[in-house]
């Protein structure tokens, strides 16, 4: 192993002089396995193989040069960081000691443990769709072939809103299709007793799942369908403020018996209101919607746009929101009477997205369409 000096000494030569070191050394050709340095043929190609070697690296170190001075850096020190940085390795990168360090369950059962992780994967997913839609309303990063993020672009390339939907559907469809990990893949026994442990808490306080709706669609949308028509014409800052106190989710989550808002739900509105409210200004004028309405009228005539924002729609109003409400059926409901949810709510009136008529595109939609809003799946077969 070559000393620290040594190794600096050895670059010099190979950069400066690859032949002086293959005469001193009698170096073999990586390329050509051998050492036979008396091959003149050998020793060309040799010669050549690292000439090119040579201009490649000097390419790189001017390109390297460049970059640093461009933030006025020193090049050689972050090479020097390089050579004595440790290899990166799975592990550390992923976090996974972190990650699997994060089920704690309240109790014995270890069917907790697939509730626990199984809320956890969901999040995850959550994430990825905050993220796509995150690239959508700032229209995609400028980034150029060399790496060189150039920041957000200007405006929206309806492909790129195209492949964007795409992810957000595939993301869902998985989440869709694995929900059989709920409704199958737990002992009921076993969930009925440990569910009592995790009291108030309930999936309806995951904050992604609100900010999906209220970064994919106006405002308007989210508000209870009572309540809509007394909002016209163009939405403020103060409308956002007052239409969050209607938003539809809330009716989710009023006791059975007082009408009263339930815990979870007080909770809920203690750690996330201003945020909600926050993002549903930010996202005024560019959530997934707005961006649609944003592209030309050819771009907005796409029927694959319209598709799968459609796809969209039904995935995250009806799709999901069907699984869900199964597994909410097979584990609350007993013969003869309802097994109270988290928060005592009313789950059966609320859960089922046939009743809650929740449309993020209503104007993609024909009436008969929205009239039988989650009466069944849809697009189950794409
Ligand atoms: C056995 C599995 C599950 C059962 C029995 C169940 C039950 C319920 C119930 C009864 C509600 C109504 C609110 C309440 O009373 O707490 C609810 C809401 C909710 N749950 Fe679950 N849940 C399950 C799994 C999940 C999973 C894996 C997630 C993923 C994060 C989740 C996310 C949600 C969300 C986002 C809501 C609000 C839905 C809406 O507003 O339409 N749930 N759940």
Redesign the pocket.
């Known amino acids: 192993m070559l000393s620290y000096k040594g190794q600096h000494l050895f670059f010099y030569e190979f950069f400066t002089r690859p032949t002086y070191l293959y005469e001193r050394d009698g170096f073999s050709c990586p390329l050509l396995k051998t050492s036979d340095k008396n091959h003149t043929k050998i020793k060309w190609l040799w010669y050549f193989y690292h000439m090119e070697m040579t201009s490649e690296i000097n390419e790189k170190i001017k390109l390297l040069k460049e970059k640093y001075s461009q933030m006025g850096q020193d090049m050689s020190s972050y090479l020097d960081g390089l050579l004595l940085s440790n290899y990166l390795t799975y592990w550390d990168y992923i976090r996974l000691d972190t990650l699997l360090s994060l089920q704690q369950p309240q109790t014995d059962f270890p069917d907790e443990q697939i509730?626990i992780m199984?809320?956890q994967i969901?999040?995850l997913y959550?994430k990825l769709c905050l993220h796509e839609i995150e690239q959508i309303s700032n229209n995609g990063r400028n980034v150029l072939d060399n790496g060189d993020d150039r920041g957000w672009k200007d405006t929206l390339d309806p492909d790129f809103f195209l492949e964007r939907l795409k992810r957000l559907n595939n993301y869902f469809k998985a989440l869709t299709g694995s929900?059989a990990i709920?409704?199958e893949g737990?002992d009921r026994n076993q969930?009925l007793k440990f569910?009592m442990a995790l009291l108030?808490a309930?999936?309806?306080?995951?904050a992604q799942?609100?900010k999906i709706e209220i970064t994919s669609t106006d405002f308007i949308n989210l508000v209870h369908k009572d309540k809509r028509a007394q909002y016209s014409g163009t939405v403020t800052n103060s409308m956002i403020e007052d239409m969050f106190n209607y938003s539809?989710?809330k009716s989710?989550?009023t006791e059975l018996k007082t009408g009263k808002k339930?815990l979870?739900l007080q909770q809920f509105e203690k750690k996330y209101k201003d945020e909600f409210i926050a993002t549903g200004k930010e996202f005024k004028d560019r959530n997934i919607w707005k961006k649609y309405v944003g592209l030309s009228d050819d771009d907005r005539a796409r029927e694959d746009i319209q598709q799968e924002l459609k796809k969209f729609d039904a995935n995250v109003n009806i799709n999901w929101?069907l699984v869900?409400y199964k597994?909410?059926a097979?584990?609350?409901s007993k013969d003869s009477a309802d097994i109270a949810?988290?928060?005592?709510?009313n789950?059966q009136k609320?859960?089922p997205p046939r009743f809650?008529k929740?449309v993020f595109y209503p104007e993609l939609w024909n009436e008969k369409e929205i009239e039988e809003w989650g009466l069944a799946f849809l697009n189950e077969k794409e």
Not at 202 to 206: C, L, R, Y
Not at 341 to 345: E, Q
């Open positions: 509730f199984y809320h969901t999040e959550f929900f709920m409704i737990m969930f569910r108030p309930s999936g309806f306080q995951s799942y609100r539809y989710w989710g989550a339930t979870t929101p869900h597994s909410a097979k584990y609350l949810a988290t928060g005592g709510t789950w609320y859960l809650q929740r």
